[in-house]
């Protein structure tokens, strides 16, 4: 049995071990870093030892050593890249499960959109890590030792090296400024194209039927061109921002090389520090001219990691991460209250109270909009009651692990839903379930000649949605899904609203053999015929509980009630 993880606690602690992974590349870093100072080393000891003396030995042994760093640098450098590729690799390994569970805990509450950028942004944390942005501050950090080397070869590089690195700083951080809103508000409006497209696409029937086309690409049209605007704002900016740094770039190539001229003809310092000087120079200037995009990679790292914390944290706010098995099927609503999240302050469901035992079927009856169906997303789980609270087997339905509570209960929702994949991974709702579990809950459903029917049988592979099924066939095959294993609960959406005669005589039998075998059944209907079993009816009107109550009282009083023919003349006479 697989527990599942805290995804809060579980992305702390990837933060914790990314600082110690951190800590590491660093301390190698530090030597890297350090190893650059070979090369400019080697070029003053070969104006100064070599090239006076004229020395081949001498210029061997230095080349050797020369070469010997250049390999640990190597080496080193190589390795801070593995570590960062192991943290990100990591990172991905402990967050990846965690951060879906609660993306699709969150979306319950939140909407799709919530949460639909989550596993992207695990992606992104992944590529940012990957990527080296993690070595800028120690590369900045280290910046003040090439400084300092450049003082002491002469005060005047250090100053055009200070120099250097402060425009450009200044000029990498304006970037970023001028940059974030436009960047910002183009993302945006490409988002928005995407989001329209996915959409169009996905309702392509209805679009065609209508003749909806024209109109909708009118629009798409328009916001395309809003999104390239935006986007073009950006680039442009940002073109011309660049050509200016690399401006900026030449011009301290120029005044190093020219500060150097300038300090050899009037004899301050040796022509052997040009080249170093040059050398030191570009090390310095590196991780400033990187912090334009560096800067903004951390910002944006920041920001997943924000999101990844909202979606972990309220993901999975009330729920228990300890499995309990589910016995009974005894299922009882207490003063039970609910407010949609964003719905306003009337309350969807409002004081709701019954008692079913195991075996017990009860219908969920009432108009459009009463709140039947919440009433079936309250009772599997999926909402949280605002007041009062739901009971299986004395356990709340919302707090209840979910894999054990998954594994005791069948639900059929209004819209039945297939996944992608083949007919029996969809019944065995992708688990473990062995092909004669498959087998059986599809006979209970009365659909393993209808699967067989299909063109690979229970191989057949299902789009998204369950394309191409039909609507009933879709809702039989939800059905099976609903009923395998040995369910204490069964939660029923109106499940005969696409089904033919034969298909409601299927279900009404699937139902009958559940109950004999100690299934609880709820039951929200429409249509009356399939409730005739019930033991019990619910009566629901605006969130409202109106009647709950045996079958035959609650039909009784729905009953309209006769008027009394008009007494004859004569029988009143007497
Ligand atoms: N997430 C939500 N946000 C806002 N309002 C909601 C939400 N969920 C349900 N409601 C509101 O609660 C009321 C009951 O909805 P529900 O879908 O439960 O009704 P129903 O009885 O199943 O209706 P139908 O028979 O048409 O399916 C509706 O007015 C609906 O707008």
Known sequence: MTRRADPAGRLDETLRDLLHGGVAAGAVGFFVNLLHLGLPLFTIQVYSRVLSSGSVETLTALAILALTLLAFQTLLDVMRQRIFVILANRTVARLGKPVFEAAIESSLTKGPQAASGAMQDVSELRAFLAGGALALPLDLAFAPVFLLALFLLHPVYGFVGLGGALALGVAAIATELLLRGPSKEGTQATARVNGETAEAIRHAELITAMGMLPALARRWRLAQNRAIEMSERGAKLARLLSTLTRTLRVVLQIAVIGSAAYLVIEDKVSASTIFAAT??????????????????????????????????????????????????????????????????????????????????????????????????????????????????????????????????????????????????????????????????????????????????GYATPLGSGGHPLSGGQRQRIALARALIGTPRLIVLDEPNSNLDAEGEAALVAAIETARAAGATVVVVAQRMSILNRADRLLRLQDGAMVQFGPRDEVMQALTPQRPQPPRRRREIAS
Do not use: C
């Open 279 to 456: 050398v030191l120079t570009g090390r310095l200037l590196l991780p400033f001219e990187q912090t334009a995009s560096g800067w903004k990679q951390w910002l944006e790292a920041r920001a997943v990691l924000d999101r990844l914390k909202g979606v972990t944290r309220d993901g999975v706010a009330a729920r228990s991460a300890t499995p309990v098995e589910i016995e009974s099927g005894r299922l009882v609503a207490e003063r039970l209250s609910y407010f949609a999240p964003g719905g306003g302050s009337r309350p969807v469901l409002q004081n709701i109270n019954f008692s079913l035992e195991s075996g017990m079927m009860m219908g969920v009856i009432g108009p459009s909009g009463a709140g039947k169906s919440s009433l079936s997303r309250l009772i599997v789980g999926i909402a949280q009651p605002s007041a009062g609270g739901l009971y299986l087997d004395g356990q709340s339905t919302f707090a209840h692990e979910r894999e054990s509570f998954g594994r005791a209960v069948g639900y059929l929702p209004q819209e039945p839903t297939l996944l992608t994949g083949t007919v029996r991974d969809n019944i065995a709702r992708f688990g473990d379930h062995d092909m004669a579990a498959v087998v059986r809950a599809a006979r209970a459903a009365g659909v393993h000649e209808l699967i067989g029917s299909l063109p690979q």
